[in-house]
């Protein structure tokens, strides 16, 4: 079973960058699908971004296409998410998550392992 801890978060002013990252335990982590979902107060958790893998396929939803990146390492276990042009509406807990198969990216019911988030706001 795979672990993921998140790190990376913190206060950044609008159009600044982050870059969260996600470290993985468990021999099983290269065969897995990793994604990146944000939770803001009063909202329900939504999707960020998928890789594939291999690293080869990625997917992203509307709000992070061209801010963000999520790219990975497999030989260090590492998943990461650089975001630039940050905005206040950025503001989240954001999730590292893992799943088997390349479908149903979008939706965390897909997701069987999770990590503990870690907080990003971003500052008018």
């Known amino acids: 079973q795979v672990q993921l801890v998140e790190s990376g978060g913190g206060l950044v002013q609008a159009g600044g960058s982050l870059k969260l990252s996600c470290a993985a335990s468990?021999?099983?982590?290269?065969?897995?699908?990793m994604g990146w979902f944000r939770q803001a107060p009063g909202k329900q958790r939504e999707f960020v971004a998928a890789?594939?893998?291999?690293?080869?396929?990625?997917d992203y939803a509307d709000s992070a296409k061209g801010r963000f990146t999520i790219s990975r390492d497999n030989a260090k276990n590492m998943v990461y998410l650089q975001m630039n042009s940050l905005k206040p509406e950025d503001s989240a807990v954001y999730y590292c998550?893992?799943?088997?198969?390349?479908?149903?990216?979008?939706?965390?019911?897909?997701?069987?392992?999770w990590g503990q988030g870690t907080q990003v706001t971003v500052s008018s």
């Open positions: 998550a893992g799943k088997v198969l390349y479908s149903g990216l979008r939706s965390t019911e897909n997701y069987n392992v």
């Open positions: 468990g021999r099983t982590f290269s065969t897995n699908v």
């Open positions: 890789i594939s893998s291999s690293g080869g396929r990625t």
